[in-house]
Every structure is written in structure tokens, then in C-alpha cells.
């Protein structure tokens, strides 16, 4: 009897655990998918980047007066490519006793970079195409930094090929799956196949037309192009108008696709942006390599980082960041550089031979004072961004083409992403960085950069990923962190009469030793512009100083 | 409850067990034929350790002495899990376990020893009910009528319609009926009647869970796509691992791209290495790039001048596997256990990065350029960088694709390897389970014509190797483009290629 009561005591209670285990693996089973998929939406990061609390306090002087004084021989304002590359001239041609000052924490201005555990990755510019004709300069560059390993018996440049942007290069994702390249191709109609071809043909003609004075009609650096009105009447209408002139602006597809390509190059589209700059940006590069299209483009991991880190390599000592120069005046044949130095929290005074401003020219308005006191305000309007990395801990899925460089989604408000490991040449990366670019061009900029300062970091978050997950509906549970940076000013905007007109040629011009190298000063914030002003603005000094 | 319903169910259950016994039996024999091959030998030898162990049982049933319900119940719920579970176990460890078979005989014995008490445990519950005649002709009867339902059932519906694996959680789920059924109608007899209950009930749902997600555990879904028996299936971060055999057959999948077939890989892989490593004289240090599987590195080792092999692959599964299992080492000729060999897991193109060594001989085995990630590797870039671990009178040899079927991809190799500053030689053979397929060996400088052949090559001989690299006017050389990282003309070639041909 006793016996009994307890084997049965003993089969109850474990007739009761199976139950209950039963209901609890059941319960864990359906709720496990919820659990993982809840818990995996959980990513790091924030906003990282377009801190403006020093560029402000310099805006509202709120800076200390100098401490001491120093002499040098030129001061270098900026460490953004312009001042790289001009420190680097001053360099190669044996002139060394020159600073750069950076306001940012490290060098490199649109071109910085990041670098996590997956890989580097660029937070601006992220490729230079390969050299054209007129780009003297950046050739030089490519030569001497082993971009260009040599030239075949055609005398065509042979490109390093691991520098070249590998293939698959471009996809655009429309009409639910990718397609290869850009320019839409799924589903025109034969009307818009034949405004295509048409747009195409002329800007095939562009690119070999040349002006009365027999230079190229678009080139690059842009002061290399022909000044024949035939083609700068073109600044003075919008890009807009000019597809409209042509009857290529009821084309959707083809409107949308020189809209991406303006906003890309501009950070605004065809609506805002001159039909000059519009049009450079198809006619201008006619390169000619042994090993790669025309249309080829060199690019890193770090994006132009990877310059920043060759230009800067041999003279990086001469680089001082976290400084905000707040003043710059002549006296006598010298000129004085007043900065706030915010690792000690001190202002310093530079009394220097002769300065190279290469900052953005707004900034130049406040600072240098003789065009504060005597030169009209130019008025470069300025385009902000928002650019975000996302690590993925692995690759985003999707329909049709396989992974590219770059990534477009049709009628997308933001440029689509860059994949920071598509130049790695491990066979399989398993996990990867995207780059997403968005220039925020709804508003007028002053508007937009308010709406930019004021968005919280989730918001940025839910606005990126529901983009994204257009083409990528998974993306949400691959992101492991997501870091967002603002860029207040981030390029000069070419607006209808900008690079043509006469502000653009007054801000050219020097102001006694301080002399002007920046993208700013075409209206185009392209690496070959600003390298080009760099060198150039060197050279000129040097010449002013010692005029032999 | 009737004795006589109980007489019957009783006899019904002797029925049920004999079908799950031969099942198991037969699924035993025909997973071992799959994944060991020589299915004689394999069936032979399962079915006498099988008939063995039910000896066995028989034998042990004597020293039960009391309980023989309990005891039968107990046994029909231990057949239903370890026999119901079997097949499933088998194919998820075949890849685990270093002695595959021993194992097999293992499980084989145990199912064995427990079918062996079935019968006899059954014959004492009845022998009350029944006259000893009536019994012994009853219960065998039903026993072997079970056995022939069984040997129908097993090669005309199940092995077609359910697989191996689920055929046995389902019979092992019949077994388990049949204790619960036994308990239910015996309860009188049964002591601790609840908790074997509960634990056959358990083991129940266990089995039946067990059929429904078995599709996952040997990857059913797959099975459609290979015309084989899938033998060993992963997923590794790198790629998709598949394993077939059938009858003497054994064949390496990734990502569902034929490698190798046991049956002629011999052909391959010897003229992959031995037209270009036998023309060099005392070859010393050999780099093989790809070729996890140890096959070209069994081909290298046949000659004794070479002191050094490195076996570069990006999958340590692969090179584990093919380290490890039996039959795989088998196949191999346990090359990669060689102290001669070193292998390094790593990716191709960015170990030639960091390598500083030099190699006399480079065996360049990867998969087809069937996707951008792997046309890179046959790229101007990659062979410049394979020119920093050459000596300079070395050679190596490069798959590249059927120039029957891609020709121009296969011509696309051809003409980015002399882009690149290579002399070549392309050749090609036929190898049944692929057909025609091209190699090309690349060096700086022309090399010696005379060749020292190993001893025991089953394909290569003089003869052979001069007609290989000759090409009849349909594969001949033909106007491409290089292959370029910027333009992976390559791939792009292939794609069009592979498309277009109809097996």
C-alpha cells in the first residue's frame, strides 16, 4: 500500500513535469523567433560627426586673445585635400618650415575616415576617377603615389589594379530587383530609350568639343575650359531648364538620373543646381587608360582617406589639430595668424611670411580681415549631408545583380550606399560597412541644416533604414551599429552663375601674402579641383616670397 | 479486457515488431552501403551482426526471471528510440566520428540485442494464453508475414517516398506504439505502469518531432537537386558542403558545383599536377592553392623530391573533413596527415599578401568563376601576386573550366595568364563525370620537355600527356579580353557560357 502510494505520488509528479516541460518547450519554441528577431534590432552608435561647437565659438568669438607669438614661414589653414596638397608642394619643393592648421581632430576635411573591426571606411568623398586630359596635376599624383605603375607602348597610363574600382561597379535597384549600372534600364518605353540615347550622344559630343580658344569645352580642373560663351552661357540657366531646351525633361527616367547625378557630385539636383556644372559632370572625363574604361575611378576601403594618409605621410608632424584660427591680418610684409588651441584651451599668434587659406570661403569672410573689411560676401551657398556607416554582420540580400561598389535605389531621397569591403580581395567577406549618402536638398540650406541639427539620432536611424529596406527588407536585423555624421557645409553649391560669374573670379584672387586654395574656389568639390588649387596656391606663394 | 483481445493484439504487436525489426535492419544496411560503398559486403556483414545480436537476446532473455511485461514494454520503447532515432544519427555523425563503422556495428548490436528479447519475452507473456503448437506457429507466422510486409514496403514505399531517416522515426514511433498499447491492456502486470507511460509518450513526441523536422537534418530539400544519396551536408560560413554517394560512387559538392567523383577524380587530378610538376627537375617546394580535399596534394606527394607541400584553403571544414573521415582519407590517401603537408585555412588572394616563400611548383585549384567573389582569383591582379611566390624556373598549373562548353572563359584564363607575363601551355582531357575539361600551365621561362613520371599513374603516361595538349579546331584559342579586377570579363564570359549549355 505504501509502496503503491508512492510510485503513484512519483509518476503524478512526473506525468506533471512532462506536461509542464512540454508546455515550456512549445511556449519557448513559437516565442524564440520573436525573442531573436526583438533582441537582433538592438545596433549600436550615434551621431559621431559635424560636432560645430568649435566652428561656432569661432563664428560667435567667444575665443581667448593670444598668449604668445611665434614666426614661421607659412601658415597653412586647413588640413582638408587643398592644404594637404599644398603643404605637399611646399614640401617637394624643399620649403619646410610651415604648419597646418586643422580645425578638426585629424586631417583630411571631406576626404576622413573611420575604421572599425570590419573595415575602413570613408565619411565624404570616397573615389577620384581616373585622370582626363587636362588633369596635369592629379596625373603627377597618380605617378608618383604608384596609382599609375607605368604606360604601355600606347604611352597610356597602366593603373595599379587593385586601386581600380573593382567590377561589379554600379547597380540600381528598380522595379523590385537590381540591375546592373545606373542609368535605368528595366521597363522604358521606346520613347525613353530614344531621349537616353539622345541625352548620351550629346554628351559624347561634349566631351570632344572644343571651344573658339581651343580648349576642351567642360575640363577638369574646370579653369581649364574653354571660356567660348557657346558653352558658359550654360552657368547662367539651370540644368533643369537646359533638359527642358533639349526636350529630354519628360523622360522620368532619364530626369531622375541626372537629378542622382547632380545631387551626387552637388548635393542638389537638377532644379538648383547651374547646366553647366550639370553638364561638366557627364563631358568632362575623357581619360584613356591601358588597363581600365574610361570611365574607371580608383578607390580604397577608407575612400579618399587613403590620400589624406599619402599626402600627409611625410610631413604629418607639421599637422596641428583641434585648432581654430579666428583671425588674420597683415603686417607689413608679414602676416599674423591668430588661433584658439582647443587641447590646451589657449590662443596662439603666428607672425608668418605668407598663408595659404585652404578653408571654405565663409569661414575666409570672417577670419581674414581685409575681406571682412573690404571684400563683398561672395555668397557661396553651401549643400549639408548626412552620411551614415552601417556595419552588417552580414551582406544585405537581395533581388537580381549581385552586390556592387556602388548602390543606387531609384527615386530614393538618398544616394544609396558604397561597400567599404568591395575592394578587399579576400574571396568572401562575410561581414561588411555601407557608406549611405544623403544630401539634404528638400530645403534651402539654412532650413535644412536646422531640421538636421534638430533630428535625433533614432530618427536618422529610422529614416536610413527604411530607405534601405526598400531593397533590402532584412537589413533592420543585419545592422550591429549604425553612425551617423552631419555635414553643416559640406561642398560649395554651383548655382546658376556661380562658377562663371564674377565672385568666384574675385575670391580667386589673393590678398596680400594669404592666398587662396580650396574647392570652394571652382564651385565643385571634386579631389581634382581642390588638389589643383593646393599646388597651385603653393607654387604662387613661393613665387611671391621668393620671386626667382 | 479478454484474454482473447489481448491474445490478439498481442499477436498483432508480434507482427508490428517483426516489420520495425527488418526495417531497421534493412535501413542499417542500406546507410552503410551508401555512405561506405560495396554494398555486398556492406549488407552481408550488417544482416549477420544483426542476425548475431537478436542470438544475443534471445540468448539473455533467460535471465529475466520475472516482470517479462515490464520488461517487454521497456524494450519496445528502448527499440523505438534507438531504432527510430538510428538513421538520423548515423548521417549526422558519419562526418563526426573517426571510425565511422564502429559506430554502425555498435548502434547495429544494440538494436539487435533488444529485437533478439522481443520475441521470446512475447512468447512467455502468451504461453498461458495459448497452447505451445498454437504459439510457436502463431507468433512466427505473424513474425515472418512482418518481415515480408517489411521487405516490400522498405525499397517500394519508403526508401522512395519518406527517405531513410524518416522511414525510421516512424518505425521507431510504431514501436513505441506498441509498448503503449502492451501497457494499456497489461496494466495489471506492470509495475511503475505511469512513469513508462510517461517516459514511451515522451519519447513519442520526440519521434514525431523527429520525422516532421528531418527535412533539416539531412537537408531534404537538396535531395531533388543531386542525383546521388546525400551522405553529409553543412552550411560553413564559406559555402554549402555536400557529400554523395551511390554504389561505389562518392562526390564532393560546394554550393552545389560538382568537385570531384570518386570514380574518375584520378583523371583530373593527376593531370592537374603530373604534366607540369614532372617536367621540373627535383621540385622541392609545392604550393596548392584550393583543392581542400587532398587529391592534387596525393598526386604531389608521389614525388620524393618534394619535401614541402602547402595547402592553402579558405574552409577548415573542408580540410578537417578530408583530414578525419575515413572514407575521405581513404581517398586521399591520408595526404593531408602527410608531415610533408602543411595546411594553412586562409584566403588565396590575401595569404599571397603576407607570403614571403617561394615554390617551385603551384597547383591554382579553385572552384569555376561562377560569381564575382571567385573571378577574382582568376585575375591579372591575383597572378601578379602569384608571381611573388615563384622561383624563377617554376611552374604552375591552373583549372580552368570545360573549353568545350566555355571556351572563351576558358581562352579568357589563356590570354589574362600572358597579360600577365606567363608563358602558357593550355591542355585538356576528358574526364567522364565533367567532360572535356582544361587546364593551363603558366611559367616564366619555357620549360624542359622531358617528363619524369611517378610510377602507378593510372592516367597520365607519355602518350597521353602529348595528346593533351593538342586542341581540335572547336576548343582552338579565340579573341578575348583579359581578365581584370575592374572588368571581370571572366565571369561575364562564363555566366553566358554555362547558360547557354543544355545537359
Not at chain 1, 520 to 528: A, R, V
Not at chain 2, 195 to 216: C, E
Request: glycine share 8%; aromatic share 12%.
Amino acid at each position: 500500500m505504501k509502496r503503491s502510494a508512492k510510485s503513484t505520488a512519483r509518476a503524478t509528479l512526473s506525468r506533471r513535469a512532462f506536461v509542464a516541460g512540454t508546455a515550456a518547450t512549445v511556449g519557448l519554441l513559437c516565442a524564440a523567433p520573436y525573442i531573436s528577431k526583438r533582441s537582433r534590432r538592438r545596433f549600436t552608435g550615434g551621431i559621431v560627426g559635424g560636432n560645430s561647437t568649435l566652428g561656432h565659438a569661432l563664428r560667435d568669438g567667444q575665443l581667448p586673445p593670444p598668449a604668445q607669438t611665434a614666426d614661421v614661414g607659412i601658415v597653412i589653414v586647413g588640413g582638408g585635400i587643398s592644404g594637404l596638397s599644398a603643404a605637399r608642394q611646399l614640401w617637394r619643393r624643399g620649403f619646410k618650415d610651415f604648419v597646418v592648421l586643422e580645425l578638426e581632430n585629424r586631417p583630411g576635411g571631406n576626404a576622413i575616415s573611420g575604421r572599425n573591426e570590419v573595415s575602413a571606411f570613408p565619411w565624404a568623398a570616397h573615389y577620384v576617377p581616373i585622370a582626363s586630359s587636362d588633369t596635369v596635376e592629379v596625373t603627377k599624383l597618380f605617378e608618383e603615389l604608384g596609382v599609375i605603375r607605368g604606360h604601355d607602348d600606347a604611352g597610356r597610363p597602366i593603373y595599379h589594379e587593385e586601386y581600380l574600382c573593382a567590377d561589379p561597379m554600379e547597380r540600381l535597384f528598380t522595379h523590385g530587383r537590381w540591375q546592373e549600372g545606373i542609368v535605368p534600364q528595366v521597363g522604358l518605353s521606346a520613347a525613353e530609350q530614344e531621349v537616353q540615347d539622345s541625352f548620351f550622344a550629346e554628351m559624347r559630343r561634349l566631351k570632344d568639343a572644343r571651344g573658339k580658344d581651343g580648349r576642351r569645352a567642360f575640363a577638369i580642373p574646370l579653369d581649364a575650359s574653354s571660356q567660348d560663351e557657346e558653352f558658359r552661357r550654360l552657368d547662367k540657366i539651370t540644368m533643369a531648364d537646359y533638359l527642358r531646351e533639349n526636350g529630354w525633361f519628360d523622360a522620368a527616367t532619364l530626369r531622375w538620373y541626372v537629378d542622382y547625378c547632380c545631387r551626387d557630385d552637388y548635393g542638389a539636383g537638377i532644379d538648383k543646381v547651374s547646366a553647366w556644372a550639370g553638364v561638366h559632370y557627364f563631358a568632362s572625363r575623357n581619360a584613356v587608360a591601358a588597363n581600365a574604361a574610361g570611365d574607371a575611378v580608383v578607390t580604397w576601403p577608407e575612400g579618399n582617406g587613403w590620400f589624406v594618409e599619402q599626402l600627409q605621410a611625410p610631413f604629418a608632424s607639421h599637422i596641428h589639430n583641434s585648432c581654430a584660427v579666428w583671425n588674420i591680418e597683415p603686417e607689413g610684409p608679414r602676416v599674423l595668424v591668430d588661433y584658439y588651441d582647443a587641447a590646451n584651451k589657449q590662443s596662439y599668434r603666428l607672425r608668418a611670411q605668407g598663408v595659404v587659406w585652404a578653408g571654405p570661403q565663409f569661414v575666409a569672410q570672417r577670419v581674414i580681415r581685409p575681406l571682412r573689411e573690404q571684400r563683398a560676401n561672395p555668397g557661396v551657398v553651401y549643400s549639408p549631408w548626412m552620411v551614415a556607416n552601417l556595419t552588417l554582420d552580414a551582406l544585405p540580400a537581395g533581388r537580381g545583380m549581385d552586390l556592387a561598389w556602388d548602390n543606387v535605389i531609384y527615386d530614393s531621397p538618398s544616394l544609396g550606399y558604397v561597400v567599404a569591403t568591395h575592394q578587399n580581395l579576400q574571396t568572401v567577406p562575410r561581414r561588411t560597412v555601407l557608406t549611405y549618402y544623403q544630401p539634404l536638398d528638400e530645403d534651402e540650406p539654412a532650413v535644412a541644416r536646422q531640421k538636421a541639427w534638430s533630428r535625433s539620432y533614432h530618427e536618422w536611424c529610422e529614416m536610413i533604414l527604411s530607405d534601405l529596406a526598400k531593397a533590402h527588407p532584412d537589413i533592420g536585423d543585419r545592422v550591429t551599429n549604425l553612425d551617423v555624421w552631419l555635414w553643416g557645409h559640406a561642398m560649395a553649391r554651383p548655382v546658376p552663375g556661380f562658377i562663371w560669374g564674377a565672385a568666384r573670379a574675385e575670391m580667386r584672387q589673393p590678398c596680400g601674402n594669404v592666398v587662396f586654395a580650396h574647392s570652394d574656389l571652382s564651385g565643385l568639390s571634386i579631389f581634382e579641383e581642390a588638389y589643383t588649387h593646393g599646388v597651385r596656391a603653393a607654387d604662387a606663394l613661393l613665387h611671391t616670397l621668393s620671386p626667382t | 479486457m479478454s484474454d482473447r483481445r489481448i491474445k490478439y493484439l498481442l499477436l498483432g504487436s508480434v507482427f508490428v515488431i517483426a516489420t520495425c525489426g527488418l526495417i531497421y535492419e534493412l535501413i542499417a544496411g542500406t546507410l552503410a552501403s551508401y555512405l561506405l560503398g560495396d554494398s555486398v559486403t556492406q549488407f552481408s556483414t550488417i544482416i549477420g551482426t544483426y542476425l548475431f545480436a537478436m542470438g544475443i537476446g534471445s540468448y539473455l532473455s533467460k535471465f529475466i526471471a520475472r516482470h517479462e511485461v515490464t520488461v517487454f514494454i521497456q524494450v519496445e520503447i528502448l527499440v523505438g528510440l534507438i531504432g527510430g532515432c538510428s538513421a538520423g544519427l548515423l548521417f549526422v555523425l558519419f562526418a563526426e566520428v573517426h571510425s565511422f563503422r564502429v559506430l554502425l556495428y555498435s548502434v547495429v548490436t544494440i538494436i539487435g540485442v533488444l529485437v533478439g528479447l522481443e520475441i521470446p519475452l512475447l512468447l512467455r507473456i502468451l504461453k498461458d494464453r495459448l497452447e505451445f503448437k498454437e504459439l510457436v506457429s502463431q507468433v512466427f507466422t505473424f513474425d515472418y508475414i512482418g518481415a515480408l510486409l517489411a521487405s516490400l514496403l522498405f525499397p517500394l514505399v519508403l526508401v522512395p517516398r519518406l527517405g531513410l531517416v524518416r522511414s525510421s522515426f516512424l518505425f521507431g514511433a510504431l514501436n513505441v506504439l506498441v509498448a503503449l498499447a502492451t501497457l494499456r491492456l497489461l496494466k495489471r502486470f506492470v509495475g511503475r505502469a505511469r512513469s513508462l507511460q510517461a517516459a514511451g509518450s515522451m519519447i513519442l513526441v520526440g519521434l514525431i518531432l523527429g520525422f516532421a523536422f528531418s527535412d533539416r537534418l539531412t537537408a531534404w530539400a537538396e535531395k531533388s537537386a543531386y542525383v546521388d544519396n546525400i551522405i553529409f551536408a553543412r552550411s560553413t560560413p564559406y559555402q554549402r558542403i555536400v557529400l554523395t554517394r551511390d554504389a561505389n560512387d562518392l562526390r564532393l559538392y560546394l554550393n552545389a558545383n560538382l568537385q570531384f567523383s570518386s570514380r574518375d577524380e584520378y583523371r583530373y587530378h593527376e593531370a592537374l599536377v603530373h604534366p607540369g610538376l614532372a617536367r621540373l627537375a627535383e621540385p622541392r617546394d609545392v604550393l596548392v592553392l584550393g583543392g581542400g580535399d587532398g587529391l592534387a596534394v596525393r598526386e604531389v606527394l608521389k614525388y620524393p623530391s618534394v619535401t614541402n607541400v602547402v595547402l592553402v584553403d579558405l574552409d577548415p571544414e573542408i580540410t578537417t573533413l578530408f583530414a578525419t573521415q575515413e572514407l575521405l582519407v581513404r581517398l586521399n590517401e591520408g595526404a593531408l596527415r602527410s608531415p610533408r603537408v602543411r595546411v594553412v585555412n586562409a584566403d588565396a588572394f590575401t595569404w599571397l599578401q603576407a607570403n614571403t616563400n617561394r615554390f617551385d611548383f603551384v597547383v591554382v585549384d579553385f572552384p569555376d568563376p561562377s560569381n564575382f567573389s571567385l573571378g577574382k582569383l582568376y585575375t591579372t591582379a591575383f597572378y601578379a601576386r602569384l608571381q611573388t611566390a615563384l622561383r624563377p624556373h617554376a611552374a604552375f598549373a591552373v583549372q580552368c573550366t570545360s573549353p568545350w562548353v566555355a571556351r572563351k572563359s576558358f581562352w579568357c584564363v589563356d590570354e589574362t595568364l600572358r597579360v600577365s607575363g606567363f608563358r602558357t601551355e593550355p591542355y585538356h582531357l576528358y574526364v567522364p563525370s565533367f567532360g572535356e575539361w582544361g587546364f593551363i600551365l603558366a611559367s616564366f621561362e619555357p620549360l624542359p620537355q622531358s617528363l619524369k613520371l611517378p610510377d602507378g599513374l593510372k592516367f597520365v603516361s607519355e602518350a597521353s600527356t602529348r595528346d593533351m595538349f593538342h586542341f581540335p579546331p572547336d576548343m582552338g584559342p579565340i579573341k578575348v579580353e583579359p581578365n581584370r579586377l575592374n572588368n571581370q570579363m571572366l565571369v561575364r564570359y562564363f555566366e553566358a557560357e554555362w547558360a547557354n549549355y543544355v545537359h
